[in-house]
């Protein structure tokens, strides 16, 4: 059963006060089951930063149900250039995300759910959760094929994957979350998690690649909506609670005080691309020139998202040390990215005005340069 988190009955959530909560009147004698209304990746995922930080889960797990648009979504310790197609991402308006936990790299959208469960730390158990949810698909769907793996996945048939897990643990409080493939676009997620650049060296945690598989594809009726709803019965028989999914609006600061700080930190260019472990790029490419192709070089150096050492070689013949050596000056110090290259290339043209041709080449170059960002 869906009950809208009103100002009436939703604040019985117990909060360790260490914000000004407006709504926490009274206590959770149990647990809880949340479902957000939002399809925001950032606001989703600052509630989980906002339940970990401020709630006391000491005898009072919760479930928190939520589902994104098109998202790639890395984690904490992970290179988005070596994960993902940010290109494509760009092109196609989905967005990045990194989360505050460990593991590999997921796509969301509207047909993946996305399950966080809640505990103390003593309570923390992925595997008991994730038999939680096995038995849910068992019930609606008796005959599945469904186990859990030693790596805390979901597989079905024995070899598709359904479901990823990931998690934080803190002093007190944990949490494990996990997707569950319903109903997702397969080939746009094999695009996407798919990494066009070539030449990078990172020490950054690696995805591991699997074959995956939606639930619809073994029965249709195993739709987001139901798989949602034999979750939280499930999780209510569990623990003993009952069973009515609380709606809740993660944008919501009398709820939840603080929170749009939070999901502000989580969308910014510093948290998503700064926190990339540092590494390099060294690679090379080829341009036409008078009907034979030049082979230029590139070396950088990545540190916290800014170009910390950059070295492009080119011919001399088809551009000038001295314009190599400006360009690679330029860059340093600036974000690894198509956007601040543009900017770069608008200045350097003005250093340079009514030269046409260096102005072609150099063009090209920062194409070329743009392509591995």
Same mark, same amino acid.
């Given at each position: 059963? &869906?009950?809208? +988190?009103?100002? %009436?009955?939703?604040?019985?959530?117990?909060? /360790? *006060? $260490?914000?000004?909560?407006?709504?926490? #009147?009274?206590?959770?004698?149990?647990?809880?089951?949340?479902?957000?209304?939002?399809?925001?990746?950032?606001?989703?995922?600052?509630?989980?930063?906002?339940?970990?930080?401020?709630?006391?889960?000491?005898?009072?797990?919760?479930?928190?149900?939520?589902?994104?648009?098109?998202?790639?979504?890395?984690?904490?310790?992970?290179?988005?250039?070596?994960?993902?197609?940010?290109?494509?991402?760009?092109?196609?308006?989905?967005?990045?995300?990194?989360?505050?936990?460990?593991?590999?790299?997921?796509?969301?959208?509207?047909?993946?759910?996305? &399950?966080?469960? +809640?505990?103390? %730390?003593?309570?923390?158990?992925?595997?008991? /959760? *994730? $038999?939680?949810?096995?038995?849910?698909? #068992?019930?609606?769907?008796?005959?599945?094929?469904?186990?859990?793996?030693?790596?805390?996945?979901?597989?079905?048939?024995?070899?598709?994957?359904?479901?990823?897990?990931?998690?934080?643990?803190?002093?007190?409080?944990?949490?494990?979350?996990?997707?569950?493939?319903?109903?997702?676009?397969?080939?746009?997620?094999?695009?996407?998690?798919?990494?066009?650049?070539?030449?990078?060296?990172?020490?950054?945690?690696?995805?591991?690649?699997?074959?995956?598989?939606?639930?619809?594809?073994?029965?249709?009726?195993?739709?987001?909506?139901?798989?949602?709803?034999?979750?939280?019965?499930?999780?209510?028989?569990?623990?003993?609670?009952?069973?009515?999914?609380?709606?809740?609006?993660?944008?919501?600061?009398?709820?939840?005080?603080?929170?749009?700080?939070?999901?502000?930190?989580?969308?910014?260019?510093?948290?998503?691309?700064?926190?990339?472990?540092?590494?390099?790029?060294?690679?090379?490419?080829?341009?036409?020139?008078?009907?034979?192709?030049?082979?230029?070089?590139?070396?950088?150096?990545?540190?916290?998202?800014?170009?910390?050492?950059?070295?492009?070689?080119?011919?001399?013949?088809?551009?000038?040390?001295?314009?190599?050596?400006?360009?690679?000056?330029?860059?340093?110090?600036?974000?690894?990215?198509?956007?601040?290259?543009?900017?770069?290339?608008?200045?350097?043209?003005?250093?340079?005005?009514?030269?046409?041709?260096?102005?072609?080449?150099?063009?090209?170059?920062?194409?070329?340069?743009?392509?591995?960002?």
């Amino acid at each position: 059963m &869906l009950i809208p +988190f009103s100002m %009436k009955n939703c604040f019985q959530l117990l909060c /360790n *006060l $260490k914000v000004p909560a407006a709504g926490f #009147k009274n206590t959770v004698k149990s647990g809880l089951i949340l479902q957000s209304i939002s399809n925001n990746v950032y606001h989703n995922l600052a509630v989980e930063d906002w339940i970990h930080d401020h709630m006391n889960l000491e005898g009072k797990p919760v479930l928190f149900l939520w589902r994104n648009s098109p998202t790639v979504v890395i984690g904490r310790h992970q290179n988005p250039w070596q994960e993902c197609n940010l290109n494509l991402m760009r092109e196609e308006g989905v967005k990045l995300a990194r989360r505050r936990s460990g593991g590999g790299t997921v796509y969301h959208d509207m047909g993946n759910i996305n &399950l966080t469960f +809640f505990t103390t %730390k003593k309570k923390y158990d992925r595997m008991e /959760n *994730l $038999k939680l949810v096995v038995r849910a698909l #068992k019930a609606v769907h008796p005959h599945l094929d469904v186990q859990a793996t030693e790596r805390f996945d979901l597989l079905v048939d024995g070899q598709f994957k359904i479901s990823g897990t990931a998690s934080k643990i803190g002093r007190n409080a944990a949490y494990h979350h996990c997707t569950l493939l319903c109903g997702t676009d397969r080939t746009f997620l094999s695009s996407l998690l798919k990494s066009p650049y070539q030449g990078i060296r990172s020490n950054a945690t690696a995805s591991t690649p699997a074959l995956v598989k939606n639930l619809m594809e073994k029965d249709p009726t195993l739709t987001c909506e139901v798989v949602i709803n034999a979750v939280a019965t499930e999780y209510a028989t569990s623990h003993q609670i009952d069973n009515h999914i609380h709606l809740i609006n993660p944008t919501d600061e009398t709820v939840f005080p603080g929170i749009n700080s939070k999901a502000i930190e989580l969308q910014t260019w510093e948290w998503i691309y700064g926190k990339t472990p540092k590494f390099s790029v060294d690679t090379s490419f080829t341009v036409l020139h008078e009907q034979s192709h030049v082979e230029i070089k590139v070396f950088i150096d990545v540190k916290n998202g800014r170009i910390e050492v950059c070295n492009i070689e080119a011919p001399d013949h088809w551009l000038p040390l001295e314009i190599c050596d400006q360009l690679n000056s330029s860059l340093i110090g600036s974000k690894f990215s198509p956007i601040e290259t543009t900017v770069l290339t608008s200045i350097l043209h003005r250093t340079h005005p009514g030269d046409d041709e260096l102005h072609s080449k150099w063009n090209i170059l920062c194409e070329k340069i743009k392509g591995i960002m």
